[in-house]
């Protein structure tokens, strides 16, 4: 089970455990679910309506996208921005998964509160995933900007674009996009531990069985918990990502129509007026893709906390080093 549970056999794990855990689960994600990421960042930012059926942009599905930036910029092209998205996932999950523990340990001993409540759960893993974003945004604002850009790179690698974006921008550049990330981002991530609770509860297996329902169960809650919560709360992403691209308006001019916006009102007043609510959402469909699978994987890896063999033998090697 995520979170601290006083019942557990084995204990509450090590903060190093958890942080452990938490970057194995998003790293192996991360690899997985790229492509779909890629994708969804490109429908997002594409100010022309994404539609197969009246297509004005250059992408209007997900089929007709892969091929275009298959046929245009390779096979690689699916893993743009690769090595910050890998840092992302590893820095979050590190410190949203060691935020939880410790969030969830305090509110069951400082407070009349099960630590294992979905309640619980929803408040802890919003607070979780806000102190991760804080600390991880410079990379989430790098991810975003290796996938946006085509051929030929404005940033060759994540060294150049750093010392790029510090001398042209300044340091505020890689903090852009960060009110919506964290307007979003509590109820996202709460939603995701609240949900994946209420899926748990609702397939435990009977008492008297012995099947606990494993790894599988929680892949299947996990991605459950990602579609939801991701749904709920889409438009914020899009907003982010748009912001995270002001000043980058170079590398987006051969794919359309480009924008600026002064902040995430502007922003989300103006995509509303120009591209009406579906305008919103664009991206929704490989971005529930991605939710289910990165969602699914990272409480599959993390299944009662931390003991899955992957993350258990890299630990073990870790503390004979």
């Not at 059926?53 to 390779?74: L, T, V």
């Not at 990502?241 to 590398?251: D, M, N, S």
Request: charged share 20%.
């Amino acid at each position: 089970m995520v979170g601290y549970d006083p019942k557990a056999k084995s204990g509450s794990p090590a903060p190093e455990e958890a942080a452990l855990a938490g970057s194995a689960g998003g790293m192996v994600t991360r690899a997985l679910i790229s492509p779909f990421d890629v994708i969804k960042i490109r429908f997002q930012l594409q100010i022309e309506r994404v539609s197969s059926r009246k297509p004005e942009g250059k992408y209007w599905g997900i089929f007709q996208a892969s091929r275009s930036i298959y046929s245009e910029e390779g096979l690689t092209a699916f893993w743009k921005g690769h090595i910050p998205a890998q840092l992302l996932s590893m820095c979050f999950g590190a410190v949203q998964f060691v935020s939880f523990e410790f969030l969830t340990k305090m509110a069951h001993k400082s407070t009349p509160y099960d630590s294992q409540t979905s309640g619980v759960h929803f408040f802890c893993g919003g607070l979780a995933a806000c102190s991760a974003t804080v600390a991880c945004q410079p990379l989430d604002t790098l991810r975003t900007r290796f996938a946006a850009q085509g051929e030929p790179k404005v940033y060759s690698n994540l060294r150049y674009a750093v010392s790029t974006m510090w001398r042209s921008e300044g340091p505020v550049a890689f903090y852009r996009g960060l009110s919506p990330t964290l307007v979003a981002v509590f109820p996202y991530a709460g939603l995701q531990f609240f949900f994946y609770n209420v899926f748990k509860q609702l397939l435990a297996p009977p008492p008297k069985s012995r099947d606990s329902g494993g790894n599988m169960s929680s892949l299947i809650c996990g991605s459950g918990a990602g579609i939801i919560s991701k749904s709920l709360t889409y438009p914020f992403d899009l907003f982010k990502k748009r912001l995270q691209v002001g000043g980058f308006e170079k590398a987006r001019a051969h794919f359309g129509q480009v924008r600026s916006y002064t902040g995430l009102i502007d922003c989300a007043v103006q995509i509303v007026k120009e591209e009406g609510i579906r305008g919103c959402f664009k991206g929704l469909s490989p971005s529930l893709l991605k939710a289910a699978l990165s969602t699914g994987f990272t409480f599959f890896w993390l299944w009662e906390r931390a003991d899955c063999l992957p993350v258990k033998a890299v630990w073990e090697l870790l503390t004979l080093l």
